[in-house]
Each structure stands twice: as structure tokens, then as C-alpha cells.
């Protein structure tokens, strides 16, 4: 039976569920709407799988439903990924009439597919086969790259571990997931970057949540593929509290390749930091760049800077950190105008205040500031972000920057420190998996 992947948004990387899912089944052909928009020929498919990665990807699911619910009519169609449950209520009802939907998460897909090659069924526990198989995937040179000392370098992707020990409160990883982990098997990680590296890859990205989940596991694979591959660099994914935590497993990373890390900041705010609950304190986010910095690794910090209790100085405070941190030019401009989003199984509560009734429109609760005039000035902020191309960050920051300024009525801005940000190492996705997109 002809099963057809329907991959919607993967952060500029290959299909990551689409490698996964190949490997267990032979008549998996997958499709990238972010790289082939066109028609899907769904004739003689048996089977439907449309990922709902994050909002970005549920929102492009979402269209191509409604779109195609003619053609979807009569066929199994299944919703895989964490907004999988969020984009099943979303839908229209009469869409949800019309279709046979179930909304699956990986290892449910597993079993769903692993007949078809005779394999036993998957169980959610902390241990996880892993296998790869990428031959049916467009080139690696059609997606994300890596700016790097004048170098445009093909990125790839793994994950060596999968949910998180975590609970952030507005964090759709938390909500699905709720403190529990699995680790991918080790060697078949590292086969899947060496083929990888065979293909053109000499970035790559660790997808997992964070990569400090489970260090006694990953950390030897990073070293191991370094080993191995030797000219190679990495980016992985670390909370800024285990940062500060764990700064002695940062050398040893720093030596092996690690090119920067990507934390969660979201906010300088201690109010929107503990209603998040981030478990870290303003305080601890520039002791974490410091540490990266002094061992030569960079920061990409991710920010949530439009919440309920958000105030324009909230924003201004995380420009100027951006600014006296020299990281304009590797921070996604759309990353200034995210607002927080809060879906039906998200764990916020909404009894702090602010949050309206449920739209399916934005697939979650949309709330109401508590300064007004941050309405306005998230929708600059997000035309201006919209128009910022790959890369070259740093003209589009400036915009922004200069806007807020110019909101708060602040004439003159203070002598910048001098840089200790290592060179720059920019990835060529301007979008990001929680940002709305623009109409």
C-alpha cells in the first residue's frame, strides 16, 4: 500500500520523520511542501501522513487539508508530531467529517508502518532503534545551510535523543511529552551522519530538545563523530540553567567541533521568566553566553518576546542584549516578533490572566496585553522580520532595533562593549517553528 508523507516544515533541514519512517517502510514516498508546493499526486495512495511538527508546520497542514479535502476523501489521513492533537481540533468540522483523521506520534507510526517490512512493534520506552534512510529525500544541497568564515556549508540533521526531562511551561515538547525521554540508538546515529557527510554535510545540527537530557549519551556520540569525521562542526540545543549547571562538560564539546549552542532565553523578564517557567534568571543568561564565549562557541538564543505580561521595555531589554552580545547577525529576525503561543494541551496557565476563548484560527488561546500599544508594535516588528531574506541578519535587526527605540522615546543609545562573540556562524532559515507566519 502506497503511503504518501506530506512534510510540512522541518526548520529548513530533510524530512527528519521522512528518514525515519523510510527505513521502515518501502513504499514511503515523501513530499516537502516547503520545497515542492505544487499538486500532490495522491492517486493510488493508501495511506495519508501530514506532520504537524510545531505552529509553522500546523498552520501549512492546516491549508493543505482544507485544500485537498477532495482528494484526501476516502483515505486513512494521519496527523504525526507534537501539534498532531492541536491541528485535529483546529480543523473545520466539516473537514473532520469528510476525512478518516488519527493523530499518531512516532512510535504509534512505527508500528502503523512496520508491517510492511515485517518488523516487531515499537514501544515508547527509553531505549530507541534508529535507523535512517534518506536515498528518497531531495539533495541535502536544496536545504539549510551554514555560513561560516566565508563558507556556505551543507547542514545536516540527527537527533541522538527525543522528548525532554524539562517541563517550560509554554513548551509543546513539555505538553506532549511530560518529563519523559528516549535515546536513539548510538550507532545508528552515527551511521546516519556518516552518511550524511557522504552526501555533502560537514555541519551538523543536533535536533534533540536538549542535548543535556541525556549527556552520558550524547555527548559521546558528538565526540565520536568528530573522532571519526574530524573537519565537522556541530550546533546542539541546551537550557540556559544547564549551562550554567554543567560548564565542565563544556570544553570537551568545544574541543570536538561544537560551533554554537542554541538556548531557549525567551525573555529577560523575571515576571514572564517564572510565569514561563524557565527555571533560569536574567542573571544566569549572561553567564551562559560568557561561558560559550570564553571557550570560543556561540549563542543563538531563541526568544518569546510578546506574552500577556509583557512591556515594551521587556522588548527593548532583549535588543540591547542581542546588541551589546554582538549576535545581530545570527539571530532570526522573526525571533523579535514571536508571541506566545498557547494551545489546548498547553501547560500555562491561563488563569493568570489575559488569555481570550479559544480560536482555531491560531489554534490556541490568543490573549489580550496589558499595554496596548504592544498590539501594534508586534505587527511592525513582524512585517519587518517577514522581509528579511537568508542571512544577513544584522540590516533587519537594525530596523527593528531602531524602531522600538524610537517607540520608547529613547534618543541615544549607550556605548556598545567591545565584542567577545566568536566569528559568526549563521544558518540560512530566516523562519522559525513558533513563529506566526504573515499574512
Known amino acids: 500500500m502506497r503511503t504518501v508523507l506530506v512534510s510540512t516544515y522541518d526548520l529548513g533541514h530533510q524530512p527528519q520523520l521522512g528518514a525515519e519512517l523510510a527505513a521502515i517502510c518501502d513504499d514511503l514516498e515523501v513530499v516537502d511542501l516547503t520545497r515542492s508546493p505544487g499538486a500532490i499526486d495522491l492517486a493510488g495512495a493508501g495511506r495519508v501522513i501530514v506532520t504537524a511538527p510545531m505552529f509553522t508546520g500546523s498552520v501549512a497542514a492546516k491549508e493543505y487539508i482544507e485544500d485537498h479535502q477532495d482528494d484526501l476523501a476516502g483515505k486513512p489521513v494521519v496527523l504525526a508530531g507534537l501539534y498532531a492533537s492541536v491541528l485535529e481540533s483546529a480543523l473545520d468540522p466539516a473537514v473532520r467529517e469528510r476525512l478518516s483523521l488519527r493523530s499518531f506520534d512516532r512510535f504509534q507510526l512505527q508500528d502503523l508502518l512496520k508491517p510492511a517490512k ?32 566565508g563558507a556556505s556549508i551543507a547542514n545536516g540533521y540527527v537527533e541522538a535523543s527525543i522528548g525532554c526531562r524539562h ?10 511529552w511530560d518529563g519523559r525521554i528516549a535515546v536513539n540508538d548510538a550507532a545508528g546515529v552515527l551511521a546516519d551522519i556518516e552518511e550524511q557527510h557522504r552526501l555533502g554535510a560537514r555541519h551538523f545540527s543536533f535536533g534533540d530538545p536538549d542535548f543535556f537530557n541525556a549527556p552520558q549519551h550524547t555527548i559521546p556520540i558528538l565526540q565520536e563523530a568528530h573522532r571519526r569525521l574530524g573537519e565537522v562542526t556541530f550546533d546542539i540545543t541546551v537550557k540556559v540553567s544547564e549551562l550554567v549547571k554543567h ?83 545570527v539571530v532570526e529576525p522573526v525571533q523579535y516578533s514571536i508571541e506566545l503561543l ?29 499595554d496596548s500599544a504592544l498590539s ?7 512585517l519587518l522580520a ?34 567577545r562573540a566568536p566569528e559568526p556562524v549563521v544558518v540560512t532559515e530566516p523562519w522559525f517553528c513558533c513563529a506566526a507566519p504573515i499574512r
Open 118 to 149: 515485517g518488523g516487531d512493534p515499537s514501544r515508547p520506552t527509553a531505549k530507541r532503534a534508529y535507523r535512517a534512510e534518506r536515498r528518497g529525500l531531495l539533495p541535502l544541497a536544496q536545504y539549510r545551510k551554514v555560513l561560516a568564515k
Open 167 to 176: 517541563r517550560c511551561l509554554h513548551c509543546p515538547v513539555a505538553a506532549v
Open 247 to 329: 560548564e565542565e562538560w563544556l570544553d570537551g564539546l568545544a574541543e570536538n567541533g561544537l560551533a554554537f549552542v542554541i538556548s531557549a532565553v525567551e525573555s529577560l523578564s523575571p515576571e514572564v521568566l517564572a510565569k514561563l517557567g524557565k527555571g533560569h534568571t536574567p542573571e544566569e543568561v549572561f553567564k551562559a553566553r560568557d561561558l560559550l564565549f570564553e571557550r570560543g562557541v556561540g549563542l543563538h538564543p531563541t526568544f518569546v518576546p510578546f506574552t500577556p505580561w509583557t512591556t515594551r521595555d521587556d522588548i527593548l531589554d532583549i535588543l540591547d542584549f542581542v546588541w551589546n552580545s554582538h549576535l545581530e547577525d
Open 342 to 370: 498557547t494551545p489546548q494541551n498547553s501547560l500555562i496557565d491561563r488563569a493568570q490572566g489575559g488569555f481570550l476563548s479559544y480560536d482555531p484560527d491560531v489554534m490556541g488561546y490568543p490573549f489580550e496585553y496589558r
Open 376 to 382: 501594534a508594535l508586534q505587527r511592525k516588528i513582524a
Open 386 to 419: 517577514s522581509a528579511c531574506g537568508d542571512g544577513g541578519y544584522a540590516g533587519t535587526f537594525e530596523a527593528i532595533y531602531s524602531l522600538v527605540e524610537t517607540d520608547l522615546g529613547r534618543s541615544e543609545r549607550a556605548a556598545r562593549p567591545a565584542r
